[in-house]
T-cell receptor, first 116, second 111 residues
Framework: DAGVIQSPRHEVTEMGQEVTLRCKPISGHDYLFWYRQTMMRGLELLIYFNNNVPIDDSGMPEDRFSAKMPNASFSTLKIQPSEPRDSAVYFC??????????????FGPGTRLTVL | DQQVKQNSPSLSVQEGRISILNCDYTNSMFDYFLWYKKYPAEGPTFLISISSIKDKNEDGRFTVFLNKSAKHLSLHIVPSQPGDSAVYFCAASAIGNQFYFGTGTSLTVIP
């Protein structure tokens, strides 16, 4: 199993540009999570999907952030326009059961975003 | 508002000695706790978990202790090995809610 796949691994962009992060969850997993890691706040849950449907997006910091999951094997996190404070590592994770069942989430390697 | 706190950003331990990583939480509704381990340039991987019905869970060299009255959990690694050098995140959850992660503790095991 290839695990959770994220692309790109690194992204450097200029303020105001659109950024799109991509994720392929583990096949058969029906939950997908987007996290952001910063030094100050650790790992923050931005949004999660169940069977391609967004369930909770209360962690999305503002309207500049949007996420989609058009099918079971692909999700995107888009930032438009990007700002320097968006610089962080963004992780995608998937699991085969919901949050209420306390099973582990499998994380991708992350995308390190730098906004200049 | 950080509901899970790891107040030590870093820890250095000699190989063979015990590593103790601490985590505090504020929400008394949390009833399930996990530790994740993260190497550089990789995503976090699950290490060990504990539910609130227990106060200790052991898996090989790793033991997690839970003190519900103090809202505190700790991860003990004994004996520590250089390969344990990584960032460790604790996470907590209440039924039907998301996992809340701490800010992480970077462990360095010195050979």
């Amino acid at each position: 199993d290839a695990g959770v796949i994220q692309s790109p691994r690194h992204e450097v962009t200029e303020m105001g540009q659109e950024v799109t992060l991509r994720c392929k969850p583990i096949s058969g997993h029906d939950y997908l999570f987007w996290y952001r890691q910063t030094m100050m706040r650790g790992l923050e849950l931005l949004i999660y999907f169940n069977n391609n449907v967004p369930i909770d997006d209360s962690g999305m910091p503002e309207d500049r952030f949007s996420a989609k999951m058009p099918n079971a094997s692909f999700s995107t996190l888009k930032i438009q326009p990007s700002e320097p404070r968006d610089s962080a590592v963004y992780f995608c994770a998937s699991s085969s059961t919901g949050l209420a069942v306390y099973n582990e989430q499998f994380f991708g390697p992350g995308t390190r975003l730098t906004v200049l | 508002d950080q509901q899970v706190k790891q107040n030590s950003p870093s820890l250095s331990v000699q190989e063979g000695r015990i590593s103790i990583l601490n985590c505090d939480y504020t929400n008394s509704m949390f009833d399930y706790f996990l530790w994740y381990k993260k190497y550089p340039a990789e995503g976090p991987t699950f290490l060990i978990s504990i539910s609130s019905i227990k106060d200790k869970n052991e898996d090989g060299r790793f033991t997690v202790f839970l003190n519900k009255s103090a809202k505190h959990l700790s991860l003990h690694i004994v004996p520590s090995q250089p390969g344990d050098s990584a960032v460790y995140f604790c996470a907590a959850s209440a039924i039907g809610n998301q996992f809340y992660f701490g800010t992480g503790t970077s462990l360095t095991v010195i050979p």
